[in-house]
């Protein structure tokens, strides 16, 4: 199946900093999703990005869709002690509808 | 988006048994699915609930292992069967909405087995 590549894997940040996660594929992606997912719940969709190069706000979490259409960014701004938890980034392609999703990345916020 | 409920939201069962994990929508949805989330792990597409007609399962699953029902829009379920301890994992019912590809998932089903 479809690797999807995220970086950083963790990050510890002092709340107030902004963060930049990333995910990248060897293949091209009509769709790109980005998920929350906190201990013990499911996942919380955050933004969905449907075209290169668009960029999409939720509050203080950006995401862009890479022009390349093989990656996906995204920032949050002005860190708060309840953006812990990991994000996954989740990527389809041109054909079937299987959402392949990232390695996540484990995001811990000091106050 | 859509309010996803699961049940149970967690078991705890003995080797050779099987259980069955329930997934209700509160609105009519195009399409849904089983995903599997080993600890620590990302998420992993087990199948497409099909309404009316047979799962399509993805590598690696299997309807014996995993038989999965979708009598209507609103509600499925996933069996694991004849567990042992490895499929100990959370599994999470999802719905997608068409035209707008977006996937809501609920809250999931924590399995421990022993």
């Known amino acids: 199946g479809q690797q999807l590549n995220q970086s950083p894997q963790s990050m510890f940040i002092q709340e107030g900093e902004d963060v930049s996660m990333n995910c990248t594929s060897s293949s091209i992606f009509n769709t790109w999703l980005w998920y929350k997912q906190d201990p013990g719940e499911g996942p919380v969709l955050l933004i969905a990005l449907y075209k290169a190069g668009e960029l999409t706000s939720n509050g203080r979490l950006t995401a862009q869709f890479g022009i390349t259409r093989k990656d996906s960014f995204l920032n949050i701004s002005a860190s708060i002690p309840s953006d812990v938890g990991i994000y996954f980034c989740a990527g389809r392609l041109n054909t079937g509808n299987q959402f392949y999703f990232g390695t996540g990345t484990s995001l811990t916020v000091i106050p | 988006s859509a309010v996803i409920s699961q049940k149970p939201s967690r078991d705890i069962c003995q080797r050779g048994t099987s259980l069955t994990i329930q997934c209700q929508v509160d609105s009519q949805v195009t399409m849904m699915f089983w995903y599997r989330q080993q600890p620590g792990q990302s998420l992993t597409l087990i199948a497409t609930?099909?309404?009316?007609?047979?799962?399509?399962?993805e590598s690696g699953f299997v309807i014996d292992k995993f038989p999965i029902s979708r009598p209507n829009l609103t509600f499925s379920t996933l069996t694991v069967s004849n567990m042992s301890p490895e499929d100990s994992s959370i599994y999470l019912c999802?719905?997608?909405?068409?035209?707008?590809?977006?996937?809501?998932f609920g809250p999931g089903t924590r399995l421990l087995v022993l």
């Open positions: 609930a099909n309404q009316g007609s047979e799962a399509t399962y």
């Open positions: 999802s719905v997608e909405f068409r035209p707008r590809e977006t996937q809501y």
